[in-house]
């Protein structure tokens, strides 16, 4: 079982659109939980950090459930600019320092 | 910002590589990930003023170094063709136990043939 499982996609959806995406990891010591978003052949760049309280920023919207070890990331009113590949991260737990990356989520969003 | 040289590397089968980052101004530990086409990255190993810190699943032909005036580097040798990949270092700083956002390089991509 990997570590942080995402769903692949990809999502293709049009502008204005609203789309979520999920995101389970398997050690329940991770202490830290985040977004990152990677645009083709570019590096990841952090998006946002995930809190148990849950946590938005603008459009963005990441929710973390530490009973379920499930964490999930919303975007409303989709823009063409919203299109990459959405990594979902963990760390902490026993290997200091380590971000575990799930398999990334691909959207495009269309006119 | 993190910087990383050569952008783009093409290597032949048994051969050996060294990949260079140059880390942010004040960041005192370095991460190294593998990431292969379609997949997320992995962490490789991670060095905190000059030693290693922890280690992923990678064997020990990868090794690295980082050195004081916040650059570093992987080394890659005997090279296989599954470690075709883009090579992404990333720095961060250790404050008081916690390790702050890590700020990803734009990575080397490595072909092996």
């Known amino acids: 079982r990997k570590e942080v499982e995402q769903d692949p996609g990809p999502f293709n959806v049009p502008e204005g659109a609203t789309v979520a995406f999920n995101c389970t990891y398997s050690n329940s010591a991770s202490q830290s939980f985040f977004w990152y978003r990677q645009d083709c052949r570019k590096e990841p760049k952090l998006l946002m950090s995930v809190y148990s309280s849950g946590n938005e920023d603008g459009r963005f919207t990441a929710q973390l459930n530490r009973a379920s070890q499930y964490i999930s990331l919303l975007i409303r009113d989709s823009k063409l600019s919203d299109s990459a590949t959405y990594l979902c991260?963990?760390?902490?737990?026993?290997?200091?320092?380590?971000?575990?990356f799930g398999q990334g989520t691909i959207l495009t969003v269309h006119p | 910002g993190v910087t990383q040289s050569p952008t783009h590397l093409i290597k032949t089968r048994g051969q050996q590589v060294t990949l260079r980052c140059s880390s942010q101004?004040?960041?005192?530990?370095v991460s190294w990930y593998q990431q292969a086409l379609g997949q997320g990255p992995q962490f490789i190993f991670q060095?905190?003023?000059?030693?290693?810190?922890g280690r992923g699943n990678f064997p020990p032909r990868f090794s690295g170094l980082q050195f004081p005036n916040d650059s570093s580097e992987l080394n890659v040798n005997a090279l296989e063709l599954d470690d075709s990949a883009l090579y992404l270092c990333?720095?961060?700083?250790?404050?008081?136990?916690?390790?702050?956002?890590?700020?990803f390089g734009p990575g080397t991509r490595l072909t092996v043939l």
């Open positions: 101004s004040g960041h005192n530990t």
């Open positions: 060095y905190y003023r000059e030693e290693e810190n």
């Open positions: 991260v963990v760390a902490g737990g026993t290997s200091y320092g380590k971000l575990t």
């Open positions: 990333a720095s961060s700083k250790r404050l008081a136990g916690d390790l702050d956002t890590q700020y």
